[in-house]
């Protein structure tokens, strides 16, 4: 039997990444996030993310979907992935864009709209659980913070 010693990085470099990589921690805290609230709209067939594209579908003028990505912080090919289910199940129309026809712009139907009425109502009780849990003032200083990440 062969044994191989590896040469790896010194404890004390992996106890500095884990206590103080932004990164890593936004993952773990987005990943506890997303199952919490993916858990609260399964009674929609809505994952977190279908949650928030439809509720960026909610405006009177459908936006592009050139813009809805970054704003979503989606690649534009991610996006259209997202969109195929939600279409497929009537809650959102890709349309043509009268001012570039070559450019696509998506509309909440009258469906989407009545299950995001339930599914919003449920998104804010789930919130106002997870706020609650947090110190006074942190869910404001999360969200100040995560907004200066470029």
């Known amino acids: 039997m062969l044994e191989t010693t590896l040469d790896l990085l010194p404890r004390d470099t992996f106890l500095t990444v884990r206590d103080t990589?932004?990164?890593?921690?936004t993952q773990r805290a987005a990943r506890r996030l997303a199952r919490r609230f993916d858990t609260a709209l399964?009674?929609?067939?809505l994952t977190n993310g279908q949650f928030s594209l439809m509720m960026a579908l909610n405006q009177p003028e459908p936006p592009p979907m050139g813009r809805l990505a970054p704003f979503l912080g989606m690649e534009p090919s991610t996006l259209t992935a997202a969109v195929k289910p939600l279409g497929r199940r009537g809650l959102l129309v890709v349309e043509a864009d009268p001012e570039d026809l070559r450019s696509r712009r998506l509309r909440i139907t009258p469906e989407g709209v009545a299950l995001m009425r339930g599914a919003v109502a449920v998104w804010a009780d789930t919130h106002a659980a997870l706020d609650a849990e947090l110190a006074a003032g942190t869910p404001d200083v999360l969200r100040k913070g995560l907004a200066e990440i470029a």
């Open 42 to 45: 399964r009674p929609f067939g």
């Open 21 to 25: 990589c932004l990164c890593l921690a």
